[in-house]
């Protein structure tokens, strides 16, 4: 937490209690005001969407003047819970709404790490799952692999029941699909789920195969995380015709930054906010033309020097942003326009 966060925790948000002379601090929280929504407190408190959404309870995003949210977990309690239902120094046992990234960061490694440890593929885990936490990935194959085989064989007619807390990108996020791909599997029209329902989590939709077949020919086969790409493209898709709105970051409005910083939070992934910061972002590799996949960010010089327009790729040499003209639209990266201003590409790595 830097300075500016502490000394607001401290005068206000944040409750602090000293007991036998070690303090005590209870989660961060934030009193709704005019104008709030999630995905400004998000932002403001270096948190998601989804965790947000998940710390309160919440299945959609309507919040209302004088709410009291947790927008920050008190990260001295999330590690005692979870050192609690360690098995032993070196493993974990996996607990209900566990999620491999909650886990490597609670124990201070990468996801790729934990994953190449457990010798797991997937960002499939469930309650019970025993997760090696030293060790090679050779060592501790032969302890995941009857776990692995069981991942595996169900994933086909996996199911999955709502809890307290839950919301559909949490879920999403957990099974390593997008909320879209949920909602379809499930026949839900909107976000609102209720504790105690069974969803689906993998498997066939039988009413998907036409909605998805506008980006399913344009989405690579080789992708690694195609459910997270096919989500990104159907929530940029359902904005289009929204107006451009200078400094805009909702649904009534977007600039072009604000439009691709809204769309990743839909999918659960935060990235800065203007469009100079998301091309210099670390998590950002770039990718030649040739290596161009569907969710990738292509960059353009417009106004100034550097990248000051960007889009998400769909494939095709399409890419979807926000115009200053039409508002959230469809262009060609071959317009004479776009062509001329187009000055690379990159990929949010894994």
Avoid at 137 to 150: D, E, I, N, R
Avoid at 253 to 269: H, M, R
Wanted: proline share 1%; aromatic share 8%.
């Amino acid at each position: 937490m830097n300075k500016k966060k502490l000394v607001t925790a401290v005068s206000g948000a944040l409750l602090g209690a000293s007991v036998m002379g070690t303090s005590v601090f209870a989660d961060e929280l934030h009193k709704v005001k005019s104008g709030d929504t999630i995905w400004d407190l998000s932002r403001q408190y270096d948190g998601s969407v989804s965790e947000i959404k998940s710390w309160n309870g919440l299945n959609s995003s309507m919040i209302y003047v004088g709410q009291s949210l947790i927008v920050e977990k008190d990260a001295s309690s999330s590690q005692k819970s979870t050192s609690s239902s360690n098995s032993g120094s070196g493993s974990y046992t996996v607990k209900s709404g566990d999620s491999l990234w909650a886990i490597a960061v609670n124990h201070g490694m990468s996801v790729s790490k934990l994953k190449s440890m457990n010798n797991i593929s997937s960002d499939v885990i469930h309650p019970g799952q025993k997760l090696s936490l030293s060790g090679s990935s050779s060592s501790s194959s032969k302890s995941t692999s009857s776990s692995s085989s069981s991942s595996s064989s169900s994933k086909s007619t996996s199911t999955y029941t709502v809890q307290s807390g839950d919301s559909l990108s949490v879920i999403a996020y957990k099974y390593g699909t997008s909320v879209s791909s949920l909602k379809s599997l499930n026949g839900l029209s909107g976000t609102t789920i209720y504790v105690g329902q069974k969803l689906k989590v993998s498997g066939e939709a039988s009413t998907s195969s036409s909605s998805s077949s506008s980006h399913t020919s344009t989405t690579s086969s080789s992708s690694s995380n195609s459910g997270f790409v096919d989500g990104l493209v159907a929530e940029a898709k359902k904005h289009i015709g929204t107006p451009y709105v200078w400094a805009g970051s909702t649904p009534s409005g977007f600039d072009c930054s604000g439009f691709l910083n809204y769309v990743f939070a839909q999918e659960g992934v935060s990235i800065p906010r203007t469009v100079a910061t998301i091309y210099a972002d670390s998590r950002m590799q770039s990718v030649s033309d040739s290596q161009r996949q569907v969710g990738d960010i292509v960059f353009f010089e417009t106004y100034k020097p550097g990248a000051s327009h960007a889009g998400i790729y769909l494939g095709n040499g399409k890419f979807i942003h926000t115009g200053s003209t039409n508002g959230v639209e469809i262009s060609s990266l071959s317009s004479n326009y776009w062509g001329s201003r187009y000055i690379g590409t990159k990929r949010l790595a894994n």
